[in-house]
T-cell receptor
């Protein structure tokens, strides 16, 4: 079945550092790919998405590119802020199901 | 729009008790689903529905029951609570179609003692 493997956390960075969170997937067909973010005590909210190969999703300075040849959807941000501290989930949308990675907890120190 | 709402926010049950977690959405979404979130395991799909009267099992359906009598509501029933069901439960909805994002409720934190 479909599966997602995410970079293990926790990840701790200093403010203004460069961020990469790796995500690879296995799936049949052509899934849509998502990054969701969960701030403390809240539900998940969409950060960005890509629906076909070579699409780049972007939002709030975060970017991820749908790479079909490497089955990857790595999340990047050039300069993180304290307010980016949260748990980040990579997910793939198959026929009827959204499958999540295990989540990566990110902490940004001032 | 209120989006996706869930009640209660917190609940403590004793082993063997039953209860229903409520979920409602006001976006006229066809697709609704329930997930549980456990530390280090991401979110796992319990049950989902593609429309009123249609439900199907997800990855971890045992011990849970659902029904979908209206487009708006999708309650999750715990038939006989067990400590292994201690978790945070999220309801979500989206338009039908794989490219649409899911909208999540705020979650219900359930503890079974």
């Amino acid at each position: 079945g479909d599966s997602v493997t995410q970079m293990e956390g926790p990840v701790t960075l200093s403010e203004e550092a460069f961020l990469t969170i790796n995500c690879t997937y296995t799936a049949t067909g052509y899934p849509s790919l998502f990054w969701y973010v969960q701030y403390p005590g809240e539900g998940l909210q969409l950060l960005l998405k890509a629906t076909k190969a070579d699409d780049k999703g972007s939002n709030k300075g975060f970017e991820a590119t749908y790479r079909k040849e490497t089955t990857s959807f790595h999340l990047e941000k050039g300069s993180v802020q304290v307010s980016d501290s949260a748990v980040y989930f990579c997910a793939i949308q198959g026929a009827q199901k959204l499958v999540f990675g295990q989540g990566t907890r990110l902490t940004i120190n001032p | 729009n209120a989006g996706v709402t869930q009640t209660p926010k917190f609940q403590v049950l004793k082993t063997g008790q039953s209860m229903t977690l409520q979920c409602a959405q006001d976006m006229n979404h066809e697709y609704m689903s329930w997930y549980r979130q456990d530390p280090g395991m991401g979110l796992r799909l319990i049950h989902y529905s593609v429309g009123a009267g249609i439900t199907d099992q997800g990855e971890v359906p045992n011990g849970y029951n659902v029904s979908r009598s209206t487009t708006e509501d999708f309650p999750l029933r715990l038939l006989s609570a067990a400590p292994s069901q201690t978790s945070v439960y999220f309801c979500a909805s989206r338009r039908q179609g794989n490219s649409y994002e899911q909208y999540f409720g705020p979650g219900t934190r359930l503890t079974v003692t």
